[in-house]
């Protein structure tokens, strides 16, 4: 090099500061971004989708058009926990990352939009309330007839008897109808449907000379109304635009077979015979608070408790509406009604006005109805930046401490020896009163608030964390050995 040594000298040590110097490592192509609101698996179909290059200009995604450059060979992972087939279908490790493999320029432009849509997402908290009214009706007027005024009729005709409550045969002394017999088969047909009402005809056997009864006629009446009400009141909070799910389930043990063994005799197989109401909801909210709402219910039901031949009923109801946050919507029509008539008689002598229903005629009347109405009510929980509660989190926490406080016999109870010997293991009684006062409840605030929650983690110590089991092998066998 030829000049003056000024020149000479920044020549020089341009050259030496970025012309002679080590080579260095290449960078990597793959970078790693922590999901922490949204799913990475969810994330990674957007980004596929969103990098691709414009139609006609072929495979090559190392594009310019116009001012827009288009990126270049980008390879996307979204990471999944991966199954342990040794222990069945549950799953072990993982995380919520995404593996970005691209060149450095479009790393810093993906990362942008990596970041614009992982944002915290509103949640919907849903109240729900099952109400499922029955009604059951059941009526009888029956008679069972023998001989007439007790006597036989004569004639060649040796009985007389009429039996329209039941088929089964009644047992006779001599010429006298066992009225007390008779009575426990009748009764026996109506086991669970109401206690029936009996008039007897005739002269009654008393302690001292029983075989003096002479009953020739028993009417038997039902009148029985049966009405229930079940409630259930789930709590519900999903995400946006996921699906929740709420079942309540009641199982009838049934037959399902005998079995038996070498040598043994059979026995009676049981098994559970499940009915389950189901509600199942997929919100979709947008930031106007309108609440579109999936809903889809399922009711099974049990109509006989034989468990010979256990039956149910399934309904299914799919709808689809919009509420706003806070709306109360109800859901109906889902009725079934049902209408029995049984009637027994003797021709021509039931059809007698009068008579003939007293005594030689039996009808059975049953009506059941049962509707099944659900309340849904959503609320939208919108994210918070600060570590305070939302009003909705915090009515909730209200209503749970008033429940809480309400059922303190403790708070009740002005019995001083009571009070000091059922006073709680870590405060004093004064503490605990004053507390009551305030509307405090220790474990539960105590919770909420984190106040014993570890500030920090050891990571030498903690075991989620160790490297692996070796280190602890070693940690072990050299006690000395700092990790």
């Known amino acids: 090099m030829l000049g003056t040594q000024k020149h000479l000298d920044r020549i020089t040590d341009f050259i030496d500061k970025y012309m002679d110097v080590p080579l260095g490592d290449a960078d990597s192509r793959l970078h ?50 991966s199954v342990d087939q040794s222990s069945g279908p549950s799953t072990r490790g993982g995380g919520n ?6 060149t450095k320029d479009d790393w810093r432009r993906l990362e942008k939009v990596i970041e614009k849509l992982d944002k915290p997402q509103p949640q919907i908290a849903f109240e729900i309330m099952i109400i499922n009214v029955q009604t059951e009706e059941l009526k009888q007027l029956g008679s069972q007839h023998f001989g007439f005024f007790g006597r036989q009729p004569g004639m060649g005709i040796n009985e007389v008897e009429f039996s329209n409550l039941s088929a089964a045969q009644t047992e006779k002394s001599g010429e006298k109808f066992d009225a007390n017999h008779y009575i426990q088969l009748a009764t026996s047909d109506f086991e669970g449907q109401g206690h029936p009402s009996f008039l007897t005809i005739g002269r009654a056997g008393t302690p001292d000379n029983p075989n003096n009864e002479n009953i020739w006629s028993i009417i038997k009446m039902v009148f029985n109304v049966d009405n229930s009400h079940i409630i259930a009141q789930p709590f519900l909070v999903t995400n946006n635009n996921q699906p929740c799910r709420e079942e309540i389930t009641r ?71 919009s509420v706003l946050s806070g709306e109360v919507l109800v859901l109906g029509g889902l ?10 008689k003797t021709p021509i002598l039931g059809d007698i006005p009068i008579i003939g229903s007293l005594f030689f005629k039996n009808k059975k009347k049953n009506r059941a109805e049962q509707n099944l109405y659900i309340f849904i009510r959503p609320s939208i929980i919108k994210p918070k930046a600060d570590e305070s509660y939302d009003e909705y989190t915090q009515l909730k926490l209200d209503y749970a401490k008033y429940q809480l406080l309400k ?53 030498k110590e903690d075991s989620y964390f160790k490297v692996s089991e070796e280190l602890e092998k070693q940690k072990i066998s050299r006690p000395n050995l700092k990790s």
Not at 61 to 74: A, L, M, N, Q, T
Not at 259 to 280: H, L, N, Y
Not at 336 to 343: I, L
């Open 335 to 344: 009725t079934k009604k049902r209408d029995d008539d049984e009637e027994d």
């Open 97 to 102: 990352r995404l593996i970005v493999a691209c």
């Open 32 to 81: 790693i971004k922590e999901i922490r609101y949204a799913k990475a698996e969810d994330l990674k179909p957007i980004l596929d989708d969103v990098i691709k290059p414009p139609r006609g200009q072929g495979s090559d995604k190392s594009v310019i058009v116009g001012e827009y450059k288009f990126f270049e060979d980008v390879t996307i992972v979204a990471e999944k926990a």
């Open 407 to 459: 059922n303190d016999t403790y708070l009740k109870d002005k019995d001083p020896i009571q009070r000091w010997f059922f006073k709680p293991p870590d405060q004093s009684i004064k503490q605990k009163l004053l507390d009551g006062k305030r509307g405090i409840i220790r474990p539960l605030d105590n919770f909420v608030s984190a106040k014993f929650a570890p500030r920090m983690v050891n990571l």
């Open 251 to 321: 199982t009838q043990r049934i037959k399902a077979g005998l079995v038996s063994g070498k040598g043994e005799p059979s026995k009676v197989q049981m098994q559970d015979f499940p009915a389950s109401t189901k509600i199942e909801l997929t919100p979709r909210m947008n930031l106007d608070g309108v609440v579109d709402l999936d809903i889809q219910v399922e009711v099974s039901e049990f109509e006989n408790t034989d468990p010979e031949q256990a039956k149910k009923s399934n309904r299914l109801l799919k709808t689809r509406t």
